[in-house]
């Protein structure tokens, strides 16, 4: 039987996180040249060491930024199982395939009390692969293990369930 593919495409795009990733980049940029400022104007000058923290701050907070601006989640669920990247951290495709799911349904969740937020996390409730909301593709495997996959597509993929015949609760 021939099944239409499900995608769905995520990013961290919540403006507080921006707000605060922004922030605090600012505040560092700002902050660590005034530091280098001050301490010539006391006629000290920087050691190596000092210089390698001040460049090395600067190399992680532009990475930091780099690393939230092009994290990536996608989901696709075709004939084969429900399949995830989260680029930059799954570069190969996880697939879940049909044959090891017990079930899989839509679900709303608490992202922080749950999982304790979003990105890759644990909690008491399995695994969650989500960048923001608190709709999710909840699957159960055969071997008792639960995955949640977020989405901002809840009906969409409660409409592929229905129209391709896959498990639901």
Same mark, same amino acid.
């Given at each position: 039987m021939t099944h239409l593919v499900f995608e769905e495409k995520q990013r961290f795009n919540q403006p507080w996180l921006w707000v605060i990733i922004i922030?605090?980049?600012?505040?560092?940029?700002i902050k660590i040249p005034l530091d280098l400022i001050h301490s010539s104007a006391e006629d000290q000058p920087l050691d190596l060491s000092s210089s390698l923290i001040i460049i090395f701050s600067f190399l992680f907070i532009v990475a930091l930024n780099v690393l939230f601006y092009s994290a990536k989640?996608?989901?696709?669920?075709? #004939?084969? #199982?429900? #399949?995830?990247?989260?680029?930059?951290f799954i570069n190969k495709p996880?697939?879940? /395939?049909?044959?090891?799911?017990? /079930?899989?349904?839509?679900?709303?969740y608490k992202p922080l009390s749950e999982f304790g937020g979003w990105g890759i996390r644990y909690g008491w409730n399995g695994r969650a692969y989500n960048t923001s909301g608190n709709m999710g593709l909840q699957i159960i495997l055969k071997s008792g293990k639960k995955i949640l996959i977020g989405t901002q597509k809840p009906n969409e993929i409660e409409t592929y369930f229905k129209n391709n015949n896959f498990l639901k609760e």
């Open positions: 922030g605090v980049s600012l505040l560092l940029f989640l996608n989901t696709k669920i075709d #004939g084969n #199982g429900i #399949g995830i990247t989260f680029w930059p996880k697939v879940f /395939n049909w044959d090891d799911i017990k /079930n899989a349904y839509v679900r709303k």
